[in-house]
């Protein structure tokens, strides 16, 4: 079943720990397709932790709203369900750094709570790119399925039926 945009949501747990290798991987990624994102589709992204706006390109930051806690009790906290949920939304799209730490544990905990979760595999810094496999196997066992930011994007362009959005993302990824 396809996504619809308008029940989706971005999250990035840590998008910028430590300016390190994370920084680094997610800057080469798919990082720059956020802005399309929210251009398009009005997909609201969250940047949860360790997030330094100086880090990132303005243009990355204007799509970002950063929520200050802490990226392993997101899920405990109230104001941040209830927000979610006024904004009817359903669908997260989980990514940030590290993969077989807070972004692991954070998605088994939004789908204990009936969240249908995306890992954003392009958006997803391992620590140990060794475990990145398990951590996959493990998540798909809990039905918590990859893709990338590329494939959401053309996921809530095919799901709007509007033959004129999806030429435009088309071009744009192509």
Do not use: K
Request: hydrophobic residues 50%; aromatic residues 6%.
């Amino acid at each position: 079943m396809l996504a619809d945009p308008h029940h989706s949501c971005i999250v990035l747990l840590n998008p910028t720990r430590g300016r390190t290798d994370a920084l680094a991987a997610l800057r080469s990624g798919s990082l720059f397709l956020l802005p399309v994102c929210h251009e398009f589709f009005a997909v609201p992204q969250f940047a949860v932790g360790a997030y330094e706006r100086d880090a990132l390109p303005d243009q990355i930051t204007a799509s970002l709203e950063h929520v200050d806690l802490d990226a392993l009790t997101l899920w405990r906290d109230h104001r941040f369900a209830e927000r979610l949920a006024r904004a009817d939304l359903s669908v997260i799209f989980l990514g940030g750094g590290f993969l077989e730490e807070e972004v692991l544990i954070a998605a088994l905990e939004a789908a204990r709570q009936g969240y249908d979760i995306r890992l954003l595999a392009d958006m997803a810094v391992a620590r140990l790119e060794a475990d990145r496999g398990l951590v996959l196997d493990r998540l798909a066992h809990r039905g918590i399925v990859a893709t990338t930011i590329r494939q959401a994007l053309l996921e809530w362009a095919v799901s709007l039926g509007d033959p004129a959005v999806s030429r435009r993302i088309q071009g744009l990824l192509s």
